[in-house]
Every structure is written in C-alpha cells, then in structure tokens.
C-alpha cells in the first residue's frame, strides 16, 4: 500500500498512531516502537502494509520510505507540511476519499523539486477547490451577492467579494483571480500577490 502520511501522534512511551493517505482512503494505523523501525515523519510517502486487529487499531507494518531530493530542503520541507497539516484538518473525520487528493500531493511533490512551493501549494489548491465544487468563478460577492466587476478582495477558501463588503485589506483585479481560477496557474501574479493568497491558503482548506 503505498500513501502519504498525514498525521502522527505520539501515544503510550514512543508508539505512534499514524494517519495515511491513499487513493481511496485515510487509514488510522498503530506503529509500535522499535530500534529497528525506519523513522518516518510528517508528509512521508511511504509504501507498507497493515496487519489486520481483530479488537485493536489495525497496525502499520514493512515501512518503505519513498523519498524526495527536496526533503533535504528544510524550507521546501516546512511549506510542505505546513500544507499536509491543513490537509488532515480539512479531511478529518473522514475513511474514504476520492482519489484527487493523493493526486494532489502526487503533483506537488515532484513539483516542488524546481518550483516556488507557495506557488505550487495556490494552484494546487484552486484544483481542489473545483473538484470539491467551492470555486466561486461566478465573482458573486460573499457579502451582498451581486457580481464584481472590477477589484475585489478574497476571503477563505479564495472566495471573492467586494472589499467594501468584508472590509479585508488584500486587493486584486477581477482578470487576475478569473485567470487563475481558469488556468489554475500563477504565472501572472506577482510574489507579494502571491505571499497575500498563501496567507489566505493558511487560514484553512
């Protein structure tokens, strides 16, 4: 079984209940502590297998850890936990899932080798926003629902509404969200536009 670890919190002396994300599920697995354990962490794609309990939680067994070069990369590694946690959050509660966001961390992964993460983590997450039905590329105002049709502000989940409606201090043209709700790209945006969206981003999936 091969996923991405999205969770991990530490229980009786140093075992470990670990959250793995798959394709098609979020499976809760215990890891015994061991000398002879590989060290996982946070945002690990690992390939295992589950010993099934018949009263106990299900145990995460054969650990291989599937690396990337970038997890060397310190600040490369704190953007992509930074978005693994806000993940687990977002998909809490939940055992299965639809294959888009394994997709998602698939993409991201072998994209932040050569790519601005904050880049890659806003247009990662405007893909989500679709496949989950909550990008607002209609441009009606959170606030008093009439269409924008010029500057506009965003709030969570990159919803737009009228700056005057939501008293937020960002600003960007309607053509440039539009061209990024469109083409999922940030080509077009400056770095500060950006840094502005990855602070939206942080507030929640």
């Known amino acids: 079984?091969?996923?991405?670890?999205?969770?991990?919190?530490?229980?009786?002396?140093?075992?470990?209940?670990?959250?793995?994300?798959?394709?098609?599920?979020?499976?809760?697995?215990?890891?015994?502590?061991?000398?002879?354990?590989?060290?996982i962490n946070l945002g690990y794609k690992i390939d295992c297998s589950i010993e099934e309990q018949t009263l106990y939680i299900n145990r995460l067994r054969n650990i291989l850890h599937i690396s990337y070069s970038w997890l060397f990369d310190h600040k490369k590694l704190l953007f992509w936990q930074q978005f693994i946690k806000l993940l687990d959050a977002h998909l809490r509660d939940v055992d299965s899932v639809e294959s888009i966001y394994f997709e998602i961390l698939e993409r991201a992964a072998k994209r932040i080798e050569k790519?601005?993460?904050?880049?890659?983590?806003?247009?990662?997450?405007?893909?989500?926003?679709?496949?989950?039905?909550?990008?607002?590329?209609?441009?009606?105002?959170?606030?008093?629902?009439?269409?924008?049709?010029?500057?506009?502000?965003?709030?969570?989940s990159f919803h737009p509404a009228h700056k005057a409606c939501i008293y937020?201090?960002?600003?960007?043209?309607?053509?440039?969200?539009?061209?990024?709700?469109?083409?999922?790209?940030?080509?077009?945006?400056?770095?500060?536009?950006?840094?502005?969206?990855?602070?939206?981003?942080?507030?929640?999936?």
């Open 1 to 39: 079984m091969v996923g991405y670890i999205i969770s991990i919190n530490r229980c009786k002396e140093e075992d470990l209940i670990v959250k793995v994300l798959t394709q098609s599920n979020i499976h809760t697995l215990y890891r015994f502590y061991g000398a002879r354990h590989s060290t």
């Open 115 to 156: 790519q601005n993460p904050k880049r890659v983590f806003i247009e990662e997450y405007i893909h989500l926003l679709e496949n989950e039905g909550r990008l607002h590329s209609d441009f009606r105002c959170l606030g008093c629902e009439e269409i924008i049709q010029s500057e506009l502000s965003l709030t969570r």
């Open 168 to 205: 937020e201090s960002n600003s960007f043209s309607v053509e440039t969200i539009r061209d990024l709700f469109l083409n999922k790209s940030t080509i077009f945006l400056t770095d500060s536009e950006c840094d502005v969206l990855y602070a939206i981003l942080l507030e929640g999936l």
